[in-house]
């Protein structure tokens, strides 16, 4: 490629890129390693400027003494990027650094999901007016790359679904807890703080917002369309006990967190929380904290992607990854990607898990069937394991395909009889994933 | 995207691309239905001509009057298509025809696995000579968009193995057959050949060189080398039966067509053909006509994409998503990529299983025993199951890792023996996949 200077409009860019980098945390660390350990990408990636609190702390030897360590990010600013690498995360400050980046022409290259799912339309839009792009290889699925193979190798096909497991903390309880033993979800969570799988606060991983957000991201680049993350139902792991698993085995199933957004006219299903998956699905076999995505379109059927889902390293490749496509770019092509607003609406009939605890007496079965009865729901099984004491009793039911607006009025005056030791849970059956 | 003219240099194409199409078999017409079914594409794509022999047989109502067709490729050389869809197939003439596309600056989108393998160095030189690009998306892994999300989106990465499941019908006899019973691959052959999965001659599938040539298309986008494909080495699955299945079990394998490249300093190891997985493992797991490829990197570690990988519909998602990205590309923007000759070398040391039939008589393992010894080979495992007949008896043995070479001088010896009714089968026992 030539090295002609070429500012702005259109023609092939100055090479090598000039990068700067805001943060140099796990993932910002493990994208300077790949550029400093990577020679042959130096004709087309040089980094020039490092942004971190505490610069005395975080300089590493490694990192080639032209690179400059700064704590004001007007400096970094100041030294003209041609690319802003963002992997601080967060809306404050950063989404405002990321505008100021888009506005002065650079191209973002961010892990920032929680930033894209609130402000994604925006950037992009900002992008657009500016001539540049916001690239986000490494928001969702980490090392998996998503973002490349739907938004173009999958480009041909008219999608309906997304389906996946997006956040690795949840699948890694998760199946921990699907491999037996009595262990509680409070036990397999300080495993998973020991061993880095889970944050001191997992709360934005078990209660669905990591995935929520993530999923917002998958669904602007499948549909081109920005569902508000505030509009998708999320539903926490943490009610899931070991109780839980031993049914979903004697039904075929296990438990997963699941994302999933599907079509529906010009509207969309959406949906983040535990589910019962058949065993034997892609989601059922998916172990530890890794990630799988599966989508489905109208002309390719079934494709699905999977690997690790975070990680330092896993995410700088998808970093990188974006940086060497904004190298390939010409200078003045924007990304053309825009997110119209999308509308959620309330998931369609499906059949549900329902398990109870109760203090065991006799008519609480026909209590149950009856009130479902009222809102016109068909009982499909009903599933009680020995071994249980009887004034803490988990058993279960199954219920055919219905509303889920009609079995939650049903499970109110189900949750509200003096049996309850505590609320039902329902969980969707997802057979078809 | 402004509607500027720009029939070279660079800038913006002109829009909507003009698009030809070479061939209008399974893939063709579906290639043209999707154009045709998705008018959102209308503003970028236009299929302007069809090339096939016997026009008015092929000729299909719901094609737009606006589509002209040919049985003369000069006619559609003539209309100065901006992209040439290939989809054909073969060396001949095709080859010619794609070479005179590129000469004349027109892109190329291909699904020509076959040329890609024999010429893909040249037609990526030719293509970047004359600033245009060869795409072909869909020439690997049908709907699987696996050369997007490779060559993008793990550029990042210092990918180091490549292996996959790249034959749909090999996969269906096998995971058929791993299904128990007793079938022959012979009327299983005959039942995929009944459902569409296999062509009335299957050779080029179940012999390996339709996967072959796929694996040298991965190479060059994973590894931007050229493997020669008469380098690779390419196994039939025609010598495995249903008593390989069944020992294959018992050591908690299956067995799959494998396709395997893998770097080794700055050459390669390479194969193609029957091999044991683990049968929990994606390739054990993967059934039916369903492709899977998963590539390590050293950074990122494994991803994993799977999905359908041939089918008219899924193969032309894959066609019209090239398109798309020609659509989005400036004009005089190629592709940059080139393939340097690549080396292939003799395997690693790998474990073994090998199959032996033979009319049974006191003394052939140890006859067995001393020609793998006198190679310096252990033994590892000796599997005889009951229930087959004396003077056919098919019994296995598993060797620990070992050169290939010297496994193949025991075998000559053993094979040259009284006792074998068949020669004896080795297959590579791949754990690690």
Redesign the interface.
């Given at each position: 490629?030539d090295k002609k200077t070429a500012a702005s409009g259109?023609?092939?860019r100055r090479l090598p890129l000039r990068v700067a980098l805001l943060g140099f945390g796990t993932v910002g660390a493990?994208v300077a390693r790949?550029l400093v350990e990577?020679p042959e990408l130096a004709d087309r990636l040089q980094l020039t400027h490092v942004f971190n609190r505490d610069v005395a702390r975080k300089r590493a030897a490694w990192v080639p003494s032209t690179v400059t360590w700064t704590e004001n990010v007007d400096d970094l600013f100041a030294s003209l990027p041609d690319i802003v690498v963002e992997v601080i995360g967060g809306v404050d400050p950063v989404g405002g650094w990321v505008r100021r980046a888009l506005e002065r022409g650079a191209s973002v290259v961010t892990a920032n999901k929680v930033l894209l799912a609130a402000q994604g339309p925006d950037l992009l839009q900002l992008a657009a007016a500016n001539h540049t792009q916001i690239r986000f290889?490494a928001a969702v699925g980490?090392?998996?790359?998503?973002?490349?193979?739907?938004r173009?190798?999958?480009?041909?096909?008219?999608l309906r679904r997304v389906a996946g497991i997006l956040n690795g903390t949840s699948n890694y309880v998760l199946s921990r807890m699907a491999g037996g033993g009595d262990e509680t979800m409070a036990s397999v969570l300080d495993d998973a703080r020991r061993l880095g799988y889970a944050e001191a606060d997992p709360s934005a991983d078990i209660d669905g917002d990591d995935a929520g957000s993530k999923l917002v991201v998958l669904a602007g680049i499948a549909f081109h369309r920005h569902l508000r993350l505030v509009d998708i139902p999320r539903r926490s792991i943490r009610p899931i006990t070991a109780a839980d698993f031993r049914y979903a085995r004697s039904l075929g199933c296990t438990i997963r967190q699941i994302s999933l957004v599907e079509a529906k006219g010009d509207a969309f299903h959406a949906f983040v929380g535990p589910a019962l998956v058949p065993a034997g699905s892609?989601f059922g076999?998916n172990e530890g904290a890794n990630n799988v995505v599966t989508l489905f379109?109208q002309?390719?059927?079934?494709?699905?992607?999977?690997?690790?889902g975070a990680?330092g390293?896993?995410t700088?490749?998808?970093?990188?990854?974006?940086?060497?496509?904004l190298a390939?770019r010409?200078a003045g092509?924007g990304g053309?990607e825009q997110w119209l607003p999308g509308r959620v609406v309330p998931p369609p009939a499906r059949p549900y898990y329902v398990r109870f605890v109760v203090r065991d007496r006799p008519g609480i079965l026909a209590f149950i069937a009856a009130a479902l009865a009222r809102q016109s729901i068909n009982l499909d099984a009903v599933l009680q394991e020995p071994g249980y004491p009887k004034d803490a009793l988990p058993f279960v039911i199954t219920v055919e395909a219905c509303e889920e607006s009609a079995l939650l009025k049903a499970l109110a005056e189900i949750g509200a009889a003096d049996f309850d030791v505590e609320p039902p849970l329902a969980l969707p059956m997802l057979l078809g994933v």
């Open positions: 490629m259109s023609g092939p493990a790949i990577r290889e980490g090392g998996v790359p998503l973002i490349h193979g739907v173009e190798g999958l480009a041909g096909d008219n892609s076999r379109g002309y390719g059927g079934e494709s699905s992607f999977s690997g690790a990680g390293p896993a700088a490749v998808a970093v990188v990854s974006d940086l060497l496509a390939q010409q092509e053309g």
